[in-house]
């Protein structure tokens, strides 16, 4: 029997159930529990949180117990929830998978804690609005309350892709918060298409060999990322020591290169336009 041109017989259903079934069944015992605990542990950590948010009510007259308890009660619903995944990918067999949820779980996190120092800032801002006349707490307060927020999330996105194994040095670096190693280095530069692509590259590399603060290993590369109008676009990728010095790194090579090129006579293309001009005579009745 085939379908859409596949050959259905040859297909070993019985063999395909029975390793489904052997794969499946010991792990739903399991998977259940995990289920069943962590729904036990949230409903039993909301209704803790239920009577200590009702006796602050009553002894307390400020809005931060309130928040507080609505930051502990959304990381708890979030934490429940990623570690039963957490459970479940294990108990599934899914080692890789691992990583990604608690990546999620830390990213998680920094929305609720974001939402929680809103709210605490937004409160200071109404007491303070209250108390003075000026414009400046109108327009700086709701300032550092965007800005703390979005810190806030993007610190756990930094967490995140830091658990995931991802590099976010470069990422840091041009934000300029950072230095270290291991700071990539990306310079463009262009070159004429008639010149040769292959001594250009090589040109590239032997001038930043052995240059102050450029790593050799990994080793500098050059790639072609484009042709333009007259140019065909390369870019020098190479390593450097400290972030902070990028820029004085980059111009020190770029200098250098302008100066190599015009040596080698590689040519650094400008754009070139072609004009025609087309003489149309006067038409006469005749």
Known sequence: MEILGFDLGSIDFASMWRAFVEFTLPRLGPSLG????????????????????????VRTATLFDDHLVRLLRRSLQLSSVAWAVWRLVSVWSLPGAVVVVEALW???????LSGFLGDVLEAIETRLVKR??????????????????????ALGLVFALDRLGLNIAPLLAGAGTMSGPHIRLRIPFTVA?????????RVLIETVAGRPGVRDDPAPVVIVRGFGPSEVNLQLRVWIEDARERRAIADAITEAVVGRFAREGIEIPYPKRQITIRTVGEKTDG
């Open 193 to 201: 298409y008639e010149a040769d692509m292959e001594r250009a590259k």
């Open 34 to 57: 995990v289920i069943a605990l962590a729904s036990v542990v949230y409903s039993l950590g909301r209704w803790i949180l239920v009577r200590v948010e009702t006796r602050l009510a």
């Open 132 to 153: 003075t006349q000026t414009t400046l707490d109108d327009t700086a307060l709701p300032l550092l309350n965007r800005v703390v927020r979005f810190a806030v999330v």
């Open 106 to 112: 830390l990213g998680g996190l920094a929305f609720p």
